[in-house]
């Protein structure tokens, strides 16, 4: 099983490599509304699903000062300057940590009071689409996209309209992509 979780991790890192990043045409773009994100950078999961690593990846790949913490507590944001969480329920990786859904809840909700506290910005990317949506997942994403100043999200993972319609609610800028190796491109523009 860890031998098939590691050729799936290959896989999507030579796709990382070889497509363009083009993130879709939106009226307001990372680049374009001038928001900047600073560093270093924390990344944390909501939810524990194995979506956090590969956004970690990314970030080593654009060469950002990030440590990724699967687990991050209050404590961990010291010395950070932004916080980006990944969104996603999975029961496999609750299993894997050993702890119950609201023991994550409530372990995401410190880290988002304490960051909102330190004034420490929050980056939301979720890139598990439909995977990582409704059911479980939404409370998570919910939750991150409110407290987020910025949302990247794989289209398929905004399908509904859910996401779009918190960026309404609470006037948190959104910015969609395609495909996984998309974000990166508003994710490097956030952080140039």
Do not use: W
């Not at 961990?76 to 994550?104: C, H, N, R």
């Not at 309209?161 to 523009?189: D, Q, R, W, Y």
């Amino acid at each position: 099983m860890r031998r098939v979780s590691m050729i799936a991790v290959l896989m999507i890192m030579v796709s990382l490599s070889s497509f363009p990043a083009l993130a879709q045409d939106k009226a307001e773009t990372a680049a374009e509304c001038g928001m900047k994100f600073a560093q270093p950078v924390l990344i944390s999961s909501a939810g524990q699903s194995a979506d956090v690593k590969l956004v970690g990846m990314m970030a080593k790949r654009m060469k950002l000062k990030a440590e990724v913490k699967v687990m991050a507590k209050p404590e961990d944001l010291e010395g950070m300057k932004t916080l980006i969480v990944v969104p996603g329920f999975s029961a496999k990786g609750l299993g894997a940590a050993g702890i119950s859904q609201k023991d994550e809840m409530e372990r995401v909700v410190a880290l988002v009071e304490a960051a909102n506290k330190q004034e420490i910005p929050i980056l939301m990317i979720h890139i598990g689409g439909n995977a990582r949506r409704k059911g479980q997942s939404d409370a998570f994403n919910e939750l991150v996209a409110k407290n987020s100043k910025y949302m990247i999200v794989v289209e398929q993972g905004n399908e509904d309209g859910f996401f779009t319609e918190l960026s309404k609610e609470t006037g948190v800028k959104l910015e969609t992509a395609e495909k996984i190796p998309g974000t990166m491109k508003p994710m490097k523009n956030l952080f140039e």
